[in-house]
């Protein structure tokens, strides 16, 4: 359980996710953004206005129960074939990495693809290429969009 929460305001979201933007600074060289829904959604909106990306689709996986505990990956929903090619040229992208799982899931679909987060925990952060800020493994971040 979680030793304390933290909660993050639209306002910083916005900067965060801005900031792990500037990691990817030849834009021309990403062909899109793979939204991991739902957390991905909101930075993959920021992110593809930063790029100037516009094509954006999603991978619907469910990790959480109602009781914000992990439960049995669900996958709903992958990429089609046309937008696959092993994610070269793509950016995986999701609010926050926890444990990992869920990324590492979606890599074994997509090893040729970027992995970012705008947060990062320790036992998932390994997983990913680029991430913005570090957080503590006992933190639970509330996002605006949860409050």
Not at 32 to 54: D, H, K, Q, S
Request: charged share 25%.
């Amino acid at each position: 359980m979680s030793n304390h929460y933290l909660h993050v305001s639209w306002l910083d979201f916005h900067r965060d996710t801005r900031r792990l933007a500037e990691h990817f600074k030849d834009p021309e060289q990403w062909k899109g953004i793979i939204a991991i829904t739902r957390g991905g959604l909101v930075p993959a909106a920021i992110m593809a206005r930063e790029l100037n990306i516009r094509f954006i689709d999603t991978i619907c996986i469910s990790s959480y129960d109602n009781n914000e505990s992990q439960a049995d990956l669900q996958i709903l929903k992958t990429l089609n074939g046309e937008n696959k090619e092993e994610g070269k040229g793509l950016i995986v992208l999701d609010d926050l990495v926890d444990s990992g799982r869920t990324l590492r899931t979606v890599r074994t679909m997509l090893p040729k693809a970027h992995y970012a987060a705008v947060y990062a925990k320790p036992k998932g952060k390994d997983i990913l290429d680029t991430f913005g800020i570090e957080v503590e493994q006992s933190t639970w971040l509330v996002f605006p969009w949860e409050e």
